[in-house]
C-alpha cells in the first residue's frame, strides 16, 4: 500500500530531523528549508497529503504559505499543521483563519504528534469520501430531472408531430449560442451554471402546446385567423403552467422555464407575443431559445412544409424574413454557422445531456463547499494545458512564473544548462537570473507579458542569452496565467526558451550568399548598391570614385581554353581586385565578364586607379589577360549611385573603344560626344 506523504517546512535542520524520525516509519517524508521551497513542492504536484509548516522561517514565513495555498485553493485538499513555539493567541488565531488544520506548540512529545497527524489524515480522507457521495447524489438527482423533463419534451413533441430531435437540437443550439455570447459582451452576466440550466429549461419550451387541439397542431396546411390565434396561446399557457407549480418558483430552473415559455415568440422589434416585449425587455434566455427554435424548425420536416438546407435556414434568419432577432445573438449564429451545423448533424444526445449535468451537479457543489471538486478540474485544466504547452516544444528550457509568491521556477534540464537553481525567489532581485538578459530585453518582456488578455496569453520574443561565458540567441514563449475570477488577474506565466542560435547563423549565412556573387564571393549588383546608397547618405562630405571593368576579349578566352578556365580566370580577378583595396572599399561582380570597384579617397586618385589597373593585368597558365576601366569621380558626377554607373560606363566605353587595355577618367564632355578624355594605360602614363 503506498504510504502517504508528509512535507515537513522548517528552517531548522534539527527540527526537521526530529519530526522525520518520529514519522518516517509510517510516512514517506520530504523536506523544505523555507516557505519558497514547500510551495515549489506542492507546485510540482508531488503528492503531499499533510504540511507540518513552521511559522517563522526566512524568505517566506508559515502565514505566506498559508495564503499562497489558499490562493491556490491547495488548503482544500492539503491539511496543514502547524508546528510552532510561537503560540501567542494572536498566531493561533491568525494560522487558523488561514486554514491550518491544527496546531503544535513546542516542545513537542512524538506520540502527540503522530496522533495529531493520523486524526488529521483520517479527517480530510472523510471529508473527501463525502464529497465523492454528494457529487454523485447531486449528480444522480440532476440525472433523474433531467429525464424526467425529456420525458414530458416529448410528450409535447410526440403530440405535435416532431420528429424527437427538436428538444435536443433546440438545446444544443442554445447551449452554442450562449457560448458565444459571454465571450462577445458582458451585457448579461451569464455564469456556466447559468448557461447549464437555460440549455436544460429549454426543453420546456413549448409545453403550453400539450393544451393545442391536435388538429391545429398537425394541420398539414395553413393556419385560419382563428386557428393562429389559438396556436399563440401556448406560450402563455406553458408559462401558467409552471406558474402554479408554487413549492417550486424560488427554483432557477423554473424561473428560466418560466421566460422561455411566455417569450420565446416575442421578437427583438416588439412585433412577437404574446406581449409584445422588445430588445433587452426579452430575458436573454427566451431570445437565444427564440432564436434556436426558429433555426430548427426551418431545418426540420414539418407536416406543413419540407425542410430548409442549413444554408437557406441561416441567410433566411440574417435576412430578417422569420423576425427580428438580437443583433448580437445574429452575429453568434453567422460566426458559428459551420460549428452549428456539424453539432447537430453529429451530435446524438446522449453526450451533451451527461456534460451538462456533470457542470450542474459540480456548480450545485460548490455551494456546499465542496471546492476540491471545482479545484480539481481547475488544477486538471492547467496540467492539461501545460503538457500540451511542453509537448509541442522539445530541447527547450522550460519555466513557470508566478507573482504571489514572486518565484521562478525551471526545469532541472534547464536550470543546468543555465548554471542556475531550480527555484528562484525574487527574481526581479537575484543577479545570476538579471544577467541572462539585458536590461531593455527583461522590460519588454515584462511588459508584453502584462499586455497579454486571457483571450491572447502568448508572447514570442527573439532575444540574446548570456550563458556559459558566451551570448546566444534564443526565443522565449510564454503564455500567461490569469485567475478565474469575474475580472481576471494576471498570476503568472509558463514559458519554455528555445535555442535558435544555429538557426540564426544559417540565416545570416544565407543572407550573405544571397548578396555574394556565388563564383568570386564579391558582392553582387543589388547588395553593392545598397552599400554604396548608403555610404555616400552618410558622409556626403567624403570623396568617392566609382571604376567600372571588364576582361577584354573574355569571350576569345573562354572560346579557346573552356568556360571552366574562364571561371578560373574570373575567380582570379575577384582575388586580386580584393588585394588591391582597402576593406572599407567595395568590389563587386556585376554580371559576366563585368565587374566595378567604390573608393573612398582624399588625394591622388590617378596614382590609386593606375596602381589598381595595373595589380589587375595578369598572366595566367599562359593566357595574358588584360582590362579596360572607366572610372567616375563623385566630385564631378554627384554621390548618387546612378550617376556615378552611368559616368563610368561612358569612361569604359571610350577606353574599349580607343583600343582596351587601358583606364579612362570620365569628363563632362562624354555625354554629349565622345571627345578625347583624360586617359592612361601601357601607351598613356598617368
Not at 503528492?47 to 485553493?73: K, R, T, W, Y
Not at 550568399?513 to 547588395?527: F, Y
Request: proline share 4%; hydrophobic share 40%.
Amino acid at each position: 500500500m503506498q504510504q502517504n506523504k508528509i512535507l515537513i517546512v522548517d528552517d531548522s535542520e534539527m527540527n526537521r530531523s526530529i519530526l522525520a524520525d518520529m514519522l518516517s516509519d509510517e510516512y514517506e517524508i520530504i523536506e523544505a528549508e523555507d516557505g519558497i521551497q514547500a510551495l515549489a513542492a506542492l507546485q510540482k504536484g508531488s503528492g503531499v497529503s499533510l504540511v507540518l509548516l513552521d511559522i517563522v522561517m526566512p524568505n517566506l514565513d508559515g502565514f505566506g504559505v498559508l495564503e499562497a495555498m489558499n490562493h491556490n485553493q491547495w488548503i482544500k485538499d492539503t491539511p496543514v499543521v502547524i508546528i510552532s513555539a510561537e503560540n501567542s493567541p494572536e498566531h493561533m488565531e491568525r494560522a487558523y483563519s488561514l486554514g491550518a488544520a491544527d496546531f503544535i506548540t513546542r516542545p513537542f512529545d512524538a506520540l502527540i504528534v503522530q496522533r495529531r497527524v493520523v486524526n488529521t489524515l483520517l479527517l480530510y480522507a472523510k471529508q473527501k469520501r463525502l464529497v465523492g457521495m454528494v457529487e454523485e447524489q447531486v449528480y444522480a438527482r440532476e440525472r433523474q430531472g433531467d429525464m424526467m423533463i425529456d420525458i414530458l419534451s416529448h410528450i409535447v413533441e410526440f403530440r405535435n408531430g416532431e420528429s424527437g430531435l427538436h428538444i435536443l437540437h433546440v438545446r444544443t443550439l442554445t447551449d452554442l449560442l450562449l457560448n458565444c455570447l459571454i465571450r462577445k459582451t458582458e451585457r448579461y452576466h451569464l455564469t456556466m451554471e447559468d448557461i447549464a440550466t437555460i440549455s436544460t429549461a429549454s426543453a420546456l419550451h413549448d409545453i403550453g402546446k400539450i393544451a393545442i387541439d391536435d388538429k391545429i397542431l398537425n394541420k398539414p396546411g395553413r393556419l385560419t385567423p382563428e386557428e393562429f390565434a389559438i396556436m399563440k396561446t401556448h406560450a402563455a399557457m406553458g408559462a401558467e403552467m409552471l406558474e402554479k407549480l408554487a413549492e417550486h418558483q424560488e427554483e432557477p430552473l423554473v424561473k428560466r422555464a418560466f421566460e422561455i415559455c411566455r417569450w420565446h415568440h416575442e421578437r427583438w422589434d416588439g412585433r412577437g407575443y404574446p406581449d409584445g416585449l422588445k430588445e433587452d425587455d426579452i430575458p436573454i434566455a427566451a431570445q437565444v431559445v427564440a432564436l434556436a427554435d426558429v433555426y430548427d424548425a426551418l431545418t426540420s420536416q414539418r407536416v406543413y412544409k419540407p425542410p430548409f438546407s442549413h444554408e437557406q435556414a441561416v441567410q433566411m434568419i440574417l435576412n430578417g424574413e422569420c423576425g427580428a432577432f438580437n443583433p448580437l445573438l445574429l452575429e453568434c449564429l453567422s460566426e458559428n454557422a459551420e460549428e452549428v451545423h456539424t453539432a447537430l448533424e453529429n451530435e446524438s444526445g446522449r453526450d451533451l445531456r451527461q456534460k451538462k449535468l456533470r457542470g450542474i451537479s459540480l456548480e450545485t457543489l460548490k455551494n456546499i463547499d465542496g471546492g476540491a471538486s471545482q479545484r480539481t478540474l481547475r488544477l486538471l485544466d492547467r496540467e492539461r494545458m501545460k503538457n500540451s504547452f511542453y509537448a509541442a516544444l522539445t530541447e527547450a528550457i522550460q519555466f513557470e512564473y508566478t507573482v504571489s509568491p514572486p518565484m521562478v521556477t525551471i526545469s532541472s534540464w534547464g536550470a543546468r544548462k543555465l548554471g542556475l537553481p531550480e527555484i528562484i525567489t525574487n527574481p526581479r532581485q537575484d543577479a545570476a537570473l538579471q544577467n541572462l538578459l539585458d536590461t531593455n530585453t527583461w522590460e519588454e518582456l515584462s511588459q508584453r507579458l502584462r499586455a497579454t488578455t486571457p483571450d491572447h496569453p502568448e508572447v514570442r520574443l527573439p532575444c540574446q542569452i548570456r550563458y556559459d561565458g558566451a551570448t546566444r540567441w534564443h526565443r522565449v514563449v510564454t503564455r500567461s496565467l490569469w485567475s478565474d475570477d469575474i475580472e481576471p488577474v494576471f498570476e503568472g506565466a509558463l514559458g519554455t526558451v528555445v535555442d535558435i542560435h544555429d538557426t540564426h547563423q544559417k540565416m545570416q549565412e544565407l543572407e550573405q550568399k544571397a548578396s555574394r556573387d556565388p563564383l568570386t564571393g564579391l558582392l553582387n549588383r543589388a547588395s553593392a548598391k545598397e552599400q554604396i546608397e548608403l555610404r555616400t547618405e552618410n558622409d556626403p562630405g567624403s570623396h568617392f570614385a566609382l571604376a567600372e571593368l571588364d576582361i577584354d576579349d573574355f569571350k576569345k578566352i573562354n572560346d579557346r581554353y573552356g568556360h571552366i578556365f574562364g571561371d578560373e580566370i574570373l575567380q582570379e580577378l575577384g582575388r586580386r581586385m580584393k588585394s588591391s583595396v582597402r576593406r572599407s572599399d567595395i568590389c563587386c561582380r556585376a554580371g559576366g565578364e563585368e565587374f566595378f570597384l567604390f573608393l573612398e579617397y582624399n588625394t591622388d586618385i590617378e596614382k590609386t586607379i593606375d596602381r589598381i589597373w595595373h595589380s589587375l593585368c595578369f598572366e595566367y597558365k599562359g593566357c595574358r589577360v588584360t582590362i579596360s576601366m572607366g572610372v567616375a569621380l563623385g566630385e564631378m558626377v554627384g554621390l548618387s549611385y546612378d550617376a556615378l554607373y552611368r559616368a563610368a560606363d561612358l569612361a569604359l566605353y571610350k577606353a574599349k573603344q580607343s583600343g582596351k587595355n587601358q583606364y579612362i577618367f570620365y569628363d563632362p564632355t562624354m555625354t554629349g560626344t565622345l571627345s578625347t578624355p583624360s586617359a592612361g594605360g601601357p601607351e598613356t602614363e598617368s
